[in-house]
């Protein structure tokens, strides 16, 4: 059941409105890394997870991102408001489809379910949860360094927080079944190059804790310092509708 109060979770008031400003906005309303994109992410994921107790979770936190969508849509509001008053309204996309928002990115591409990382494993979702909220979280980083009006700012900081609290819930999340820091999950057993690193791009070579020192399953990670192809030259394809080639000898 859903029931919409219409109040914002947060008070969305704009001082001076910029519809460029609003266009730009318009990436975290129907971009990739927007709270659009995490709402539907963690509510779809809640479907399939199994455990109760991270199914509200996700589902806690889905509903705080359609709060958050609803603030940005509500600031996009308020910045293409005044749309007769040409100097301020300098945004193309406005322009074209009227007052926002709309189900767009920044650049004007259509919000698409490929953003939408689920499915499979719940350790899986976690981990792709942590890229979400750091992906939204510098995308406002970035809106709050271009913005000049102090209640956009002010919103757009709370944004910004609430992303860093939902990241640490899912490092938390992820802490308390030992997966933080673990690698491995699912049914399959990895093959004997488990803790191979290959040395691929040669010269300043570094080494550090991602290349030396134990792995998650207690075995060190083996450097390869100039690594050969296991493998041979593959067969060339067989083709009967290709050109025949016959080349000149000189
Ligand atoms: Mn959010
Ligand atoms: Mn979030």
């Known amino acids: 059941m859903f029931v919409h109060r219409k109040e914002t979770i947060m008070p969305v008031n704009v001082g001076a ?12 309303f129907g971009g990739a890394t927007g709270e659009l994109t995490a ?18 979770m996700l589902q806690d936190i889905a509903m705080e991102e359609f709060s958050h969508l609803e603030m ?12 007769d008053q040409t100097p301020v309204y300098d945004a193309p996309l406005f322009q074209m489809k ?16 490929t953003y939408v990382q689920e499915g499979g494993n719940v350790i899986r979702d976690l981990r792709a949860n942590i890229s979400a909220e750091a992906g939204a979280r ?7 360094k271009r913005c000049e009006d102090q209640g956009t700012k ?7 927080t609430r992303e860093v609290t939902h990241a640490q819930m899912f490092m938390k999340a992820l802490d308390s079944m030992g997966k ?13 190059t488990v803790n191979v690193v290959f040395n691929l791009s040669h010269g300043d070579d570094h080494r550090g804790p991602w290349n030396e020192g134990k792995i ?14 296991r493998g041979q030259i593959p067969p060339s394809p067989i083709n009967p509708d290709d050109e025949k080639i016959s080349r000149k000898s000189k």
């Open 17 to 28: 409105p910029d519809a460029r400003f609003g266009q730009y906005l318009l990436e975290q």
């Open 39 to 56: 709402a539907l992410q963690y509510w779809v994921q809640s479907f399939h997870v199994t455990d109760p107790a991270l199914r509200d």
């Open 72 to 83: 940005v849509g509500k600031l996009i509001v308020q910045h293409t408001a005044k749309v």
């Open 98 to 113: 009227g007052v926002g928002p709309h189900l767009v990115d920044s650049q004007g591409s259509a919000w698409t379910a």
């Open 138 to 144: 510098q995308t406002y980083e970035a809106l709050i």
């Open 154 to 160: 002010q919103v757009l900081t709370h944004l910004l």
């Open 180 to 192: 933080l820091d673990d690698p491995m999950f699912g049914t399959i057993s990895p093959d004997d």
């Open 216 to 229: 998650y399953n207690g075995q060190s990670f083996d450097y390869i310092e100039d690594p050969q192809p």
